[in-house]
């Protein structure tokens, strides 16, 4: 596709229930973001890769979340035993190039808005 | 106190005015991101500068390394640039200002 895609767009799951939310980046784009932004909030930084290499966890909240790209093209943001203050927008985006060796635009993913009941 | 502060938080404006937000920041960048959310809840990267100042159509971004401050200017602002303009710094983790909501009246 042409752009960032997520799936699904919306979850709505029970507290203690896991989730996985999925992110597809723009074809050959070798670094993807993970975000969460709550409700009139900014986004915050969760994690990023380059490639398939998970280059720095240190947004995750705790170890319920977890991320993968085993293959450096889709990754998957996993939480664990879902908590309702865990309800919130997550935001996946790649850019081109390397993180770290150049700074470039980040193009960012429709979202997938999670509600945690 | 947040590393990365915009002002205003709310900006509302008749169309054809211009328009200012600022970004202020205490940590060190590589790079000050303009993002553009639409009401429908996408962003898109407006501008990404790291010294002197971008325009792109009616939008300016200025950025002042000494001073650590950033300016988003909109030259006869429209209603549908109505959205929430986001500053963010960093260099591959982006720390997120909150937010400027600006809304434009016809």
């Known amino acids: 596709g042409a752009g960032v895609s997520q799936s699904p767009r919306y979850k709505v799951t029970k507290r203690g229930q896991d989730v996985a939310l999925r992110c597809d980046p723009i074809s050959g784009h070798v670094s993807l973001y993970w975000y969460r932004q709550a409700l009139g909030q900014g986004p915050e930084f969760l994690t990023y890769f380059n490639y398939e290499a998970q280059q720095d966890k240190s947004g995750l909240p705790n170890d319920r979340f977890s991320a993968e790209r085993p293959e450096g093209s889709i990754s998957t943001l996993t939480i664990q035993r879902t908590e309702q203050r865990d309800s919130a927008m997550y935001r996946c985006?790649?850019?081109?190039?390397?993180?770290?060796?150049?700074?470039?635009?980040?193009?960012f993913g429709p979202g997938t808005r999670l509600t945690v009941l | 106190k947040n590393e990365v502060e915009q002002s205003p938080q709310n900006l509302t404006a008749q169309e054809g005015e211009f328009i200012t937000i600022n970004c202020s920041y205490s940590v060190g960048i590589s790079a000050l991101h303009w993002l553009q959310q639409h009401p429908g809840g996408g962003i898109v990267s407006l501008f990404m500068?790291?010294?002197g100042k971008k325009k792109h159509g009616r939008l300016i971004a200025t950025i002042n390394i000494q001073e650590k401050h950033s300016s988003l200017h909109i030259t006869a602002s429209h209603p549908r640039d109505s959205a929430v303009y986001i500053c963010?710094?960093?260099?591959?983790?982006?720390?997120f200002g909150q937010g400027t909501r600006l809304t434009i009246n016809p």
């Open positions: 985006a790649s850019s081109l190039h390397k993180a770290g060796s150049s700074t470039d635009t980040q193009y």
């Open positions: 963010a710094v960093g260099k591959q983790k982006l720390v």
């Open positions: 500068l790291s010294s």
